[in-house]
Every structure is written in structure tokens, then in C-alpha cells.
């Protein structure tokens, strides 16, 4: 039985995050993940021909001043994201190109959809991050879908289909499936909508040299022992002396817990004495998203050659949000697509085979034939993964921001909450993970002193 | 380690129907059960006086066969709600005693509630009850809550706040909490909404002499040792030769298992392997309703000496769903009431001494200065059970049923699902419940034959 201050579980970059702050504090830490692995939703993979591709989470932009600040403090480099060129959007059987702000939309529609993103920001604008529901109308825009908004604000049938791709693609969830105010609250949380969706100056600015998953493997390298590996957390105890946690080979006792993993995972641990019912409750109700995550290997990103950054998003097809991933050398061609929402959730009951045809043919369409014949595919459900169940991150649908918000992050007694999804600041991001992490230490610490 | 044909999780009455329905064709049967008691959300109390109450499910009524069958077969007997008098409404400060279908409500008011409600009726009856996802138009009703559904169908505020009163008192859930489907399909699985409003002719029409929980403790007594209580399950194992179900004090092995426990539960069970990804989204997003039951016992049933049936409904209090639960003998009066959806979330978060008080002044509102005056309150937050999490059961929100519905009842290999919300009839009712035991107990017998 081992017996420290402050007990973390989880080791992504939250749980990470934490004990790193912790320790530094002078304070015991150890930190329980239940995979044999650190890095939660980061991942690194390779293509056959030995090329590094990350299988979650990994771009980085600007203002996401902790994640960046931290590459920097473990020694590690950003390259920018490829972004010459002109991008593709399709739509009712077209093709358009575009180097604009428009989207490749025809224009009536493209005006439309500018209407309606300016109002989208000036709304956000008003969530205070740190406390949406209370939100000056926030009952009002709690009650409604993101979908039922839209419907409720445009005539345009193309500008709406756009927004039920672009929704999936920022959320991995449908649009019905988000509360307006859940919704305006990311918004806010990541800067703006502009931020969220852009590359070059947005939230797919950068990548790091090597993969993201490495930021966590520092973190880990400097923790040492107190990271320990395949220990699935069952039970935690919590009194007025103290916590134990409990897993399944053994337990740890402490004066604080930071629990770092989604709250969907949060809910599966066993609480003596149970949580309080809106803390159980906001566990029972905050799903994941639904992503399946492809690399395609190609000789060389041919795609280049004709002006193309490779950037796709079609109002028509499934496989419809596509970016050029290749490694930063140029050594090879490399393009990274998704499944997301419904999507995703109906290719995971496919066969690999048919994916990988459901995958080329989108991409045969997008960038010729060509794109036939790449020497490698990779996959990543992070819907089948026991200790994630979807990615990128947690949502609210309609009425649980107003009815169960304020237990998001409030500490339970000795018990506290980190997390992407329990940060104001680019809630659901790397950049969020480590600022929760850092909020919960802060937290702790401030208890122990 | 006990081996047996099938293993049952939970001895509420869709376990307990399982069980009893497998035993009966020559199997045999464990059920595992995590409380010290059987019977789920049944539960008998008492007031001070020693007087019957339920503190859990306590009315059947007419299309319920499935449990007035087994009331009968078990030897139990029903008596009729009481019923005879007016009942009162509350909505503007005003006071309003009717005993028509008009709710109280101002005439134009009443009108519209009864062209809505129609027009309710008319759409849930084309929800196929058996597979929701399949209704017709029924991906537009799911893009919205049921709150967005009635705001854009009424421009009468008092008709919009009545119906945000009648939907936490059927589903303990606020209107945007629903997706509108949902709410059409639990219409339909429970004959109409008339039929789940109504006292006399409907699903409040009778109760059960001695309460409802003894109907699962009828059934336990037949299974004897087969139920084994305090037996907090952890891991399912499942492959092509068995199950083997782990809980904290050991194990039991089986062809088959049954888990009937609602779904918010069943996900926070281990699966090895881990279940199928649309299952566990299922899981993620089902949450329990918000409901505390307070009875409230007087020396008489003084409301009938005012012809009052003891139905209360406001539209202006927190304590706003009313009804008289006196014993069948009338030995004493008991006036039972709900707090339900936002205010019992916010109720639970109030001392008991403060919940009293809004209580009383509600009662004392509505009924005189004699409701000041009850011998004993008695109060059951169903949220902070633990093994149960919220009643009455649980919802879908906007998009859910469309994108998970078919994994709500669908076996994963061995593993079958019971429970009240996996019932087409009566979903989330007590006859559901059984009825869903039945339908998985027939699954399994089939597959073992």
C-alpha cells in the first residue's frame, strides 16, 4: 500500500499535467493509467515506409499559450501545417476550388454562411467560459439544438448542409446532438469560431517535431516510477482523512485525488460514498464524440503539383474532411481524413476492407486517380477504445449546461476534476487537458499548504 | 464459483421476471442483485402511524397487462386511486377547481392545450413503439427537443408553461431534456398520452394492496438462494463458450446473462471484451431522471370534505405534481407529491428541514391552513441511490434514438438486456419492465434449446 499526497488517475495530459505541478511543489505523487501506455487521446503511429503519423490528437495554434509553452519547456519543435495552395469544397455533384474565405460556395450561399457565422461569434462572445450557464439568455440558448438554431436562422438549404459538415467536423458529433449554448461555449473557450476551423492562424496551425504524444512521454520519462501503468482504478474511498484508490492490483492511499480522465470514464469508477446526484448525474449525460481517424500513404503529395493544399471538405460524401499530413521533409505524400458523427458511428460496423473502399473512392473523387494507389492506410477507432470511447472530446446536449454545468469542475470534498473537458480555455484541446491539470494541482495544493 | 445457465444482473422486477421465466422452462438461474433488498424502484415504506406507503412505483392501470397478470398469478390484489371530486390548478396566483378535461386552464388556453395535445397523439401514433429510428419523418423529430417542438407550435405562453409542467411530471425530466421522438415514442408505448395523464382509465388508475414492491419479493421468495443480494457486479466476461459475471465476493459462470439494470448502470459494468461502440455511446447518454417523493400523512383526508380529488397541478410552485395516496381504508390521509426535473435537482441540494418547509407551504397553498399539520413527512431522493441514479427512468436527448436506438435491446453475443427502458410497451413503466424480463428471458431460452 503505497501512501502519497495527491493520487492522479489518469496519465494523458491532464492527469500528467497535474502530478508534474505536484511534484514540483515538493509534494509525493503517483499517477494511475489504466492502458500500458501514457498520452491518452495523443498517439504516435507509423506508415509502412517507417514515416510518423499521430493517431489523435495533434495539431496546435496559436493562443493555445500552455500546450505551446509546455513543447518548448520538454524541448520540443512546431512545424507549420501545409497550407499552399487552394482548397476543395464539394457539393450537389461539383467540385470547387478556392483560395478565399468562401468555402468554394457559390456565392448567395457563401454570403449566407457569413451572415451566420458573424452571428455565431457575436453570440459567443458573450459566454462567460468559466461559467456558461450563466450566460446573459443562456436558459434561451440551452433550450435548443445547434441544428434547431440553425434551421430557426437560415432559408439557405446549402449553407445549412455546410454547417452540418463543419459541425461534425470541429465536434465529431452531429449538430442535433449539441446544445446551441454547449456549442457558443466552445466557441468562446477556443477564441473564436474562426480559430477553431482555421489552419494557418487557427487551431490546425502547427504540429509538433515527432508527434504529440512525446509531450506526454516527457512527462512521464521526468515522473519516473510514479507513473504506473495497467492499473484500472475500480473504487475510490474519500473521507474527511483522506482518499484510497482502489485498482486492480492494488491501492494507494492520499490526502487528495485529481481525477483526469472524461467524465463518461469518470462515471464508471465506484465513489464510497457515492458522488453527489448532480455530479453522477453530468457523468451519465456528457457522451463522447464519434471519429474514425485515417493516414494515407502516398509516394509523394502529388496533390501539391496541381496547387492543391490539400484541405477537402464535401457536402456530399462521408470520408468529407481531408488535410495534408505529410511529414514535414516532403519524403512521402501523406493525407489525413475522418469519419466523424454518424459517419463514423455506421463505418465502425463495416469491414476494414470496405472502409479502406468507402476511403479511396472519396479520395479518388477529391484528387484523381492517383489517389488510388497509396502504399499505406492506417486506421484509428477511438470509439472502440475501452479506457477513451470517442474522441476528440466529451459534448452537452440541450439543457445540461443550465441543469448540471456548475459540477463540471467543482471539486467533490478531497476529490478533484481535470481533464480537456473540465477547462474554460480550449475546452476539449491539448491546450485545455494541461490547463485543467494545472487548475486541479493549483487546487490540490492550495488544500495541502 | 457457482455455474448455472443463465446469470441475471438485478432483482428489480425485469430481473426478477427473467429469472422467473428461465427457472420455469427447466434452466437454471443466479440472479445477482447490489443492494440488500430486491425490488429496484419499488419500494415499501411507512409512515409514523405504521401506515403503507411507496416510496418508489407505486400505480398500474388499464393496456398494463403484463403486470396485472402477474399481480394475479402472484395472489396480489389492486384497488382503485382515489379519484372522486375536483382537482385544482394553479397559474397566476390563481386558484382553479374543475372537474372537466379543460385542466383548470382559461378556456383559450384549455383550447389550445387540447388542439397540441391532439396533434401529439396523432403524430406519436405513427411511431412503430418496436424501433423508433424507423418512424417516418422521425430524423426531423429527433433533430429537436420537445421543448422546441412545443415553442415553435404554441404562441400561448400559459399553454407552453402547462406543458412544461406535464412533462417533468411523466418523465421527471424537463421539455428540452427530451428529444421530441423520444417523447412521441414513450406516447405511444404507453397507448397515448391520455392514458399516461390520466387517473381514472389511465396509468395512475390503481394500486396495490400492501404496495407494489411485493410483487418482486413474491418472485424472489419462489427463486430462494437463487438471488444473491449484496452482490455489487464489476466484470462481465463474455466469449463463444460463456459468460463468467465477477463481483466483489466472487464469481458465477453461465451460457447466458441478462443484464437488467438500467443502462447509466450497465455501463459503469467492465466488459471483456469491451462491448461494441454504439452500445457503449448507449450508455453514455441515457440518463436517469430527477425526481424526490414526499408523502405527507394527515389524521384525515381533509381535502374530500371539500370535494377535492387531491390532484394538484401548478404552474407557479416547485412542489407542483400532487395526488391523494391515502390507504385503501381511509384510516388516515395521505397526500403524496413530486419534485421533479430542475426542482428536485435544485431540492436535493437544499437541507431536508428546508424541503419540508417548501413542501408544507405548497400543501398549505393549495389545500388550507389544515396541510400545516401532518403527523409525518416522508421523503425518497431517488437520485442518491446509488444503484439506481434517478427515476423515474431514463430519456434520450435529440438525435439519440436515431443514432443508438437499435442498440437499446439488441444482444451483444451472450450478453441480453432487460430493464424497463428496453421495453416497446409501457417503456419505463413497471409493466415494462416486466415485460422487457420476459422478452430476454424468451431470447435466451431460445438460444439454450
Same mark, same amino acid.
Not at 477537402?312 to 466523424?340: I, Q, R, W, Y
Given at each position: 500500500?503505497?501512501?502519497?499526497d ?27 493509467e ?12 507509423a506508415?509502412?515506409n ?9 495539431w496546435?495554434?496559436?493562443?493555445? &499559450?500552455?500546450? !505551446? /509553452? %509546455?513543447?518548448?519547456d520538454l524541448? +520540443?519543435e512546431t512545424?507549420?501545417t501545409?497550407? $499552399?495552395?487552394a482548397? @476543395?469544397?464539394?457539393?450537389?455533384g ?10 468554394g460556395?457559390?456565392q448567395k450561399?457563401?454570403?449566407e ?8 461569434e ?6 462567460p ?22 434551421c430557426a436562422?437560415? &432559408?439557405?438549404g !446549402? /449553407? %445549412?448542409r455546410?454547417?452540418?459538415? +463543419? ?6 458529433? $452531429?449538430?442535433?446532438? @449539441? ?11 477556443g477564441?473564436?469560431?474562426?480559430t ?5 492562424g ?16 516527457r512527462?512521464a ?14 473504487t475510490?474511498?474519500?473521507d ?8 486492480e492490483?492494488?491501492?494507494v ?12 470514464l ?19 449525460q ?8 485515417f ?6 503529395p502529388?496533390?501539391r ?18 488535410l ?9 505524400g501523406?493525407?489525413v ?6 459517419h ?7 469491414t476494414s ?10 479520395l ?7 489517389a ?7 486506421e ?5 477504445e475501452?479506457f477513451?470511447?470517442?474522441?476528440y ?12 454545468g456548475?459540477?463540471?469542475?467543482a471539486p467533490v ?10 477547462s ?17 494541482a ?8
Amino acid at each position: 500500500m503505497v501512501d502519497v499526497d495527491v493520487v492522479v488517475v489518469g496519465a494523458g495530459l491532464a492527469g500528467l499535467s497535474a502530478a508534474r505541478a505536484v511534484e514540483a511543489a515538493g509534494r509525493t505523487v503517483t499517477v494511475l493509467e489504466a492502458r500500458d501506455r501514457v498520452a491518452g487521446r495523443t498517439l504516435g503511429g507509423a506508415l509502412s515506409n517507417g514515416v510518423h503519423v499521430e493517431l489523435g490528437g495533434q495539431w496546435v495554434g496559436p493562443t493555445q &499559450d500552455a500546450v !505551446l /509553452a %509546455l513543447i518548448d519547456d520538454l524541448g +520540443l519543435e512546431t512545424f507549420p501545417t501545409y497550407d $499552399e495552395g487552394a482548397a @476543395l469544397t464539394f457539393f450537389d455533384g461539383q467540385r470547387s476550388r478556392y483560395r478565399d474565405e468562401s468555402f468554394g460556395l457559390p456565392q448567395k450561399t457563401a454570403e449566407e454562411v457569413g451572415r451566420l457565422w458573424t452571428k455565431i461569434e457575436e453570440i459567443a462572445a458573450t459566454v462567460p467560459p468559466e461559467s456558461p450557464w450563466e450566460t446573459t439568455h443562456g436558459t434561451d440558448f440551452d433550450r435548443q439544438t445547434l441544428d434547431g438554431w440553425l434551421c430557426a436562422n437560415t &432559408d439557405d438549404g !446549402l /449553407a %445549412l448542409r455546410f454547417f452540418r459538415v +463543419l459541425v461534425p467536423a470541429v465536434f465529431s458529433a $452531429e449538430s442535433p446532438e @449539441l446544445s446551441l449554448l454547449h456549442f457558443l461555449f466552445y466557441v468562446r473557450s477556443g477564441t473564436s469560431l474562426e480559430t477553431l476551423v482555421a489552419t494557418t492562424g487557427g487551431a490546425q496551425e502547427r504540429r509538433v517535431v515527432g508527434g504529440t504524444h512525446l509531450i506526454s512521454e516527457r512527462l512521464a520519462e521526468d515522473l519516473g516510477a510514479r507513473v504506473r501503468l495497467e492499473s484500472v482504478v475500480r473504487t475510490i474511498t474519500h473521507d474527511s482523512d483522506g482518499v484510497r484508490v482502489d485498482f486492480e492490483d492494488g491501492s494507494v492511499t492520499g490526502q487528495r485525488v485529481i481525477v483526469a480522465i472524461p467524465q463518461t470514464l469518470a462515471g464508471r469508477v465506484r465513489y464510497v460514498p457515492p458522488l453527489p446526484s448532480r455530479r453522477d448525474a453530468l457523468t451519465q449525460q456528457f457522451p463522447a464524440g464519434s471519429v474514425i481517424k485515417f493516414h494515407v500513404g502516398y509516394e509523394t503529395p502529388f496533390w501539391r503539383e496541381e496547387g492543391l493544399n490539400g484541405f477537402v471538405l464535401s457536402l456530399d460524401d462521408d470520408f468529407n474532411v481531408v488535410l495534408d499530413n505529410s511529414p514535414h521533409d516532403g519524403s512521402c505524400g501523406v493525407l489525413v481524413g475522418f469519419l466523424e458523427g454518424t459517419h463514423a458511428r455506421d463505418a465502425a460496423e463495416m469491414t476494414s476492407d470496405q472502409r479502406r473502399d468507402l476511403v479511396l473512392r472519396a479520395l479518388v473523387k477529391y484528387f484523381g486517380p492517383q489517389a488510388a494507389h497509396p502504399f499505406d492506410i492506417q486506421e484509428q477507432d477511438w470509439m472502440s477504445e475501452e479506457f477513451t470511447r470517442g474522441c476528440y472530446g466529451g459534448r452537452l446536449g440541450a439543457g445540461v449546461w443550465t441543469e448540471y454545468g456548475k459540477a463540471v469542475a467543482a471539486p467533490v470534498g478531497r476529490i478533484h476534476w481535470a481533464g480537456a473537458e473540465t477547462s474554460d480555455i480550449w475546452n476539449g484541446y491539448m491546450d485545455g487537458a494541461i490547463r485543467s491539470g494545472t487548475r486541479a494541482a493549483n487546487e490540490v495544493l492550495h488544500e495541502l499548504s
